[in-house]
């Protein structure tokens, strides 16, 4: 059930996607359409997968604008993956990157990615600056990252490009992708027993993040979510 | 940023210090001491405007029990859900039993 390859139709969170307005499924409030009317990407977020569409969602110009939504897979037109925005390497001759540190930070950033084995890519408000020209960001952003680890990252590895990355002239925050779910760089490099992964099915606490079938154990207590070790 | 204080009634100290979380988008930072005896303190730092009913309603639910370890608790967060909330409190409360360790 947290296996993204069984049952995402190939959309992954963070993947911003391009739908006309009144293809979202609702209720959606004015601001949202309007925005999505204009031209605003939606970005595939964490929940659950099932016929009414992917989960999606807007981006508002305020921080507190965000909105919650589905879409059906068949309205998506254009698709920006995390990973293509990195290939893209636009932040080199972003005309912004003198005022956003972290827009200049992706310089740093993709060397310290680039020497991991996986796949990285762009996300939270640099990536979808990035992919859609619109000014998203401020002097105080920070430079969220994804890193796609089908196998098991070691936590030593985690802490070096934690260590590495914080040369960056901003924060960077990387998710991990595991095949179970997302977890923060910061708590896998951390000695922190149990980590949080972010799942479809909501947020756990587990040992073991490449191990999709302990979370979905309830009667194995002492894996997951709160339990004693 | 936006702060707010609560407190419930609560039992013995915790035995121990503690930290869970991490400083990270959807994330919050817990850091967990032992309170004084009888009370339970909780200061919420947050980057999110107009949650403080959201807050009070998540970590009252959290801090019914009075009969639980009294702690002293700082939390930074930085926009997490109220699921998130739960699970990092419980892993910074095991951890101060000794029963999360590191």
Request: glycine share 0%; net charge negative; charged share 20%.
């Given at each position: 059930m947290f296996d993204y390859s069984a049952s995402d139709n190939g959309f992954r969170p963070h993947d911003l996607v391009f739908a006309d307005a009144v293809a979202l499924i609702g209720p959606t409030p004015a601001w949202a359409l309007q925005a999505v009317a204009e031209g605003a990407p939606l970005v595939v977020r964490r929940a659950p997968r099932n016929a009414r569409g992917v989960p999606v969602g807007v981006r508002g110009e305020s921080r507190g604008e965000r909105h919650g939504d589905r879409v059906a897979?068949?309205?998506?037109g254009r698709r920006h993956a995390p990973e293509a925005i990195a290939q893209a390497r636009g932040w080199r001759s972003h005309a912004r990157r003198r005022d956003v540190p972290a827009i200049a930070a992706l310089d740093v950033a993709a060397d310290v990615l680039d020497s991991a084995r996986w796949p990285w890519g762009v996300t939270g408000a640099v990536g979808y600056e990035l992919a859609t020209g619109h000014p998203v960001t401020h002097a105080r952003s920070d430079l969220d990252l994804l890193l796609r680890a089908s196998e098991p990252v070691d936590r030593a590895q985690a802490r070096a490009l934690q260590t590495a990355l914080a040369a960056a002239p901003a924060r960077c925050d990387v998710q991990i992708e595991t095949p179970v779910g997302g977890m923060a760089l910061a708590d896998w490099a951390s000695t922190a027993r149990q980590v949080l992964i972010k799942s479809d099915t909501g947020p756990f606490l587990c040992?073991?993040?490449?191990?999709?079938t302990s979370p979905a154990e309830v009667s194995a207590p002492d894996e997951c979510a709160g339990a004693r070790g | 940023m936006q702060r707010l204080s609560l407190d419930y009634a609560a039992g013995a100290p915790a035995a121990r210090r503690a930290l869970a979380g991490v400083v990270g988008s959807g994330d919050l930072e817990v850091l967990l001491e032992p309170g004084t005896e009888g009370r339970s303190t909780v200061e919420i730092n947050t980057s999110v405007d107009g949650v403080n009913d959201i807050w009070t309603a998540v970590v009252g639910r959290i801090f019914?029990?009075?009969?639980q370890p009294a702690v002293a608790l700082e939390i930074n967060d930085f926009g997490a859900t109220p699921a998130v909330v739960r699970l990092r409190i419980a892993q910074a409360m095991e951890s101060a039993a000794g029963r999360g360790e590191a």
């Open positions: 897979a068949h309205a998506i040992t073991d993040p490449w191990d999709a | 019914a029990d009075a009969t």
